[in-house]
């Protein structure tokens, strides 16, 4: 199981702009798909984006559509997570996990520490 660390995290006003990382040092991540979730303060794991092997398959959860952008950058080794308008509704711990297809209700079977979004004025 490859090894993920999650980071770019922080504290931005509404209407502001995240890029948050997944990345791996142990294993090729072009041979998994990568999924975003979520879990904010006392709801259950959200799906927000995955990307597919060789970016085939993209999948965004309705409220982030338009706002949020996943991408694959191989020579790093990292998936990223372009949040654009962010809203007060996307605060959550953000994980991400991998597996050989992509699925926003259910992927992965562990998960990091994440990275805290916070979105507050």
């Known amino acids: 199981q490859v090894q993920l660390v999650e980071s770019g995290g922080g504290l931005v006003q509404p209407g502001g702009s995240l890029r948050l990382s997944c990345a791996a040092s142990d294993d090729s991540l072009d041979y998994y798909a990568i999924g975003w979730f979520r879990q904010a303060p006392g709801q259950e794991r959200e799906g927000v984006s995955c990307i597919g092997m060789s970016d085939l398959a993209i999948f965004y959860t309705d409220s982030v559509k338009g706002r949020f952008t996943i991408s694959r950058d191989s020579v790093k080794n990292a998936v990223y997570l372009q949040m654009n308008n962010l809203k007060p509704e996307d605060t959550a711990v953000y994980y991400c996990?991998?597996?050989?297809?992509?699925?926003?209700?259910?992927?992965?079977?562990?998960w990091g520490q994440g990275t805290q979004v916070t979105v507050s004025s």
């Open positions: 996990t991998a597996d050989q297809f992509c699925s926003l209700a259910n992927m992965g079977d562990a």
